[in-house]
């Protein structure tokens, strides 16, 4: 009878859930079943270890807590343990896997009672998670199927608002955060406030166009990624071609010509090997680039698949925004064969051997060295040029002088009479009331400053500059550059030297920047751009925008130019 019943309930398919065959002790399958007098079952081993600890207390039920007057006697359940058996001969489970259940890093239905299931869902209408057995009105309860489920979230209790226990369908756009319903017309009233449905729609948006942005950036830099690999091959093939061609003029010489050869091959290859690896660095650091933006895309993606609106806009404002590339988005590359001077300055060695010895050797010399892969680009010649270069500098709060207030989003710093209350920080100025940006700098840039009344330092340095004494100021040290405006005129300094700058006045210093190429350029901008002052060197690190500020109540901001 017993096989019988369970072999029906097989091919019935009943399906039965681990609570009904589970030991309410041991949370496990029965084991050698036993039923109490209150009806309840246990393994015979768990009631028992359950009533032993306990020696001088009443025995009673685990579960309903019902007492007895003594123990009752266990008598195996013999109808459950076979059942239990039959169970396990049809191959049905008696309880759902173990991975169904809820661990501590997964999160559980709220509705199960005694052990927990995994929960499928959460309704940001409910704010509640359900297992798949709970979530069941969803699909089938009408006004239910309206609610708005996601993946299991532990963070729904983030969508109550603290002070009204409303959920935050709103959002304050004054204060760039979630509210509810009381709080925008409480204390957020007046405010710019929309829906949160709408700001996740709006900030959606942006996150499609910089995704846009990172494919673009990413296909612009496997282009040059091959232009260059194809260059190193070009470069290769010259370099080879060059040293054959020279080898063979210089073995038709006498033995005091060999030593020369010898020169002329080291040199070459020397090159070479200096172009080829300047080439291979550039192509390491866009290789760099794509490997950070698809991160960067990946972040965002994963952001946009956010379907909580609120932790959406949650996450939103920890986005870092797209860094200014180290390099320029296009690369232009010396078509012609790299070593093609060198071999015409070896053969005009056969007939000027006097020459050669006395004078032409530099000739060789210099062919060799102007071997350039990457040439760089030509200066803007209009505003709009230059326009094209703009950057945004933000002045870094650690490296302002404490005479300095910082306003504008620390676009504006202002020379104070009084010192300000910022912390203490090694890399703040000490001596001289100057700041310097908190944007590294080794593209190419422009920027302008606006300055108010003067006199004004409008600076490059590097960021290893000196903090304090007297040589700490920017154009006193060799790792500075600055342009001194006064209301009558203009004073450049480098290392301490001060040179003396005619050119029209203006409230605005325009600020160009090729680290590459070692161009540094200052421009007076009013409706017309007039040079300044230009410098030409080797910038060996990044570097730093600066402002200094030397007159009380007199004020620079670096202008937002897009």
């Known amino acids: ?10 091919q019935k398919g009943v399906k039965l859930d681990q609570e009904t065959f589970s030991c309410s002790i041991c949370l496990e399958v029965l084991k050698d079943p036993v039923t109490i007098p209150c009806g309840h079952s246990y393994c015979m081993n768990c009631i028992k270890n359950y009533w032993d600890e306990g020696e001088k207390k009443i025995p009673s039920c685990p579960q309903c807590r019902r007492t007895f007057t003594q123990k009752p006697e266990l008598v195996k359940n013999t109808m459950f343990a076979d059942l239990l058996e039959q169970l396990k001969k049809t191959g049905l489970q008696a309880a759902p896997a173990d991975h169904c259940y809820a661990g501590p890093e997964d999160v559980a239905c709220d509705f199960c009672s005694g052990r927990k299931l995994k929960a499928i869902k959460s309704c940001l209408v409910c704010l509640a998670s359900y297992c798949e057995k709970h979530l069941q009105p969803h699909h089938d309860v009408a006004p239910l199927k309206k609610h708005k489920l996601v993946d299991p979230s532990k963070n729904l209790q ?42 996740r729609m709006e900030r959606q948006k942006e996150v499609e166009v910089s995704q846009q942005q990172i494919q673009q950036e990413i296909q612009d830099r496997d282009k040059n990624v091959k232009l260059l690999q194809q260059e190193v091959e070009a470069i290769n093939q010259s370099a ?14 006498i033995s005091l010509l060999q030593k020369r050869s010898s020169d002329v091959k080291q040199q070459v290859r020397s090159q070479q090997e200096t172009e080829v690896r300047r080439v291979r660095e550039l192509e390491e650091k866009l290789q760099q ?11 965002m993606k994963q952001l946009s698949d956010t379907e909580d609106q609120n932790q959406f806009l949650h996450n939103y404002p920890s986005l870092s ?3 200014e590339s180290t390099h320029s988005s ?16 070896v053969s005009e060695v056969r007939g000027q051997l006097q020459d050669i010895l006395r004078d032409t050797w530099t ?6 060295t102007h071997v350039d892969v990457l040439l760089p680009q030509p200066e803007p010649k209009s505003r709009a040029g230059f326009l094209k270069y703009s950057f945004e500098i933000t002045l870094d709060p650690n490296t302002v002088h404490t005479l300095l207030l910082l306003s504008e989003e620390n676009r504006k710093v202002t020379l104070m009479k009084k010192h300000q209350s910022y912390s203490s920080h090694p890399e703040r100025f000490s001596v001289v009331s100057q700041v310097l940006s908190r944007e590294g700098l080794t593209g190419r840039h422009y920027w302008e400053v606006e300055k108010k009344a003067d006199i004004v ?6 960021k290893n500059i000196s903090r304090s004494g007297d040589e700490s100021g920017f154009g006193l040290n060799y790792k500075s550059w600055s342009l001194y405006c006064s209301s009558d005129r203009y004073l450049f300094w480098y290392n301490g030297i001060t040179t003396s700058i005619s050119g029209p006045q203006s409230s605005r210093i325009g600020v160009y920047l090729d680290h590459r190429a070692g161009v540094l350029s200052f421009y007076s901008v009013s409706e017309t751009m007039t040079l300044l002052h230009r410098v030409q060197t080797t910038f060996t690190q990044p570097l730093y925008a600066g402002v200094g500020i030397y007159s009380s109540g007199v004020s620079a901001e670096f202008c937002k130019l897009k």
Request: glycine share 4%; with cysteine; proline share 3%.
């Open 321 to 323: 925004p797209l860094s």
């Open 457 to 462: 330092g409008v600076a490059v340095s590097y």
């Open 363 to 368: 000739n060789i010399t210099v062919a060799i």
């Open 1 to 10: 009878m017993q096989s019988l019943q369970g072999g029906e309930m097989a």
């Open 158 to 199: 983030d969508n109550i608002c603290p002070r009204h226990d409303e959920v935050m369908k709103m959002f304050c756009r004054t204060d760039q955060k979630c509210i509810c319903y009381l709080c925008s017309v409480d204390e957020h009233k007046g405010h710019d406030t929309v829906t949160a449905a709408a700001e």
């Open 330 to 345: 296009s690369i232009s590359i010396r078509p012609l064969r790299y070593f093609q001077d060198v071999t015409a300055a």
């Open 240 to 253: 080879d071609k060059t040293v054959e061609d020279s080898e063979e003029i210089f073995t038709e010489l």
């Open 289 to 299: 680039e794509i490997t950070d933006l698809k991160r960067r895309d990946a972040e």
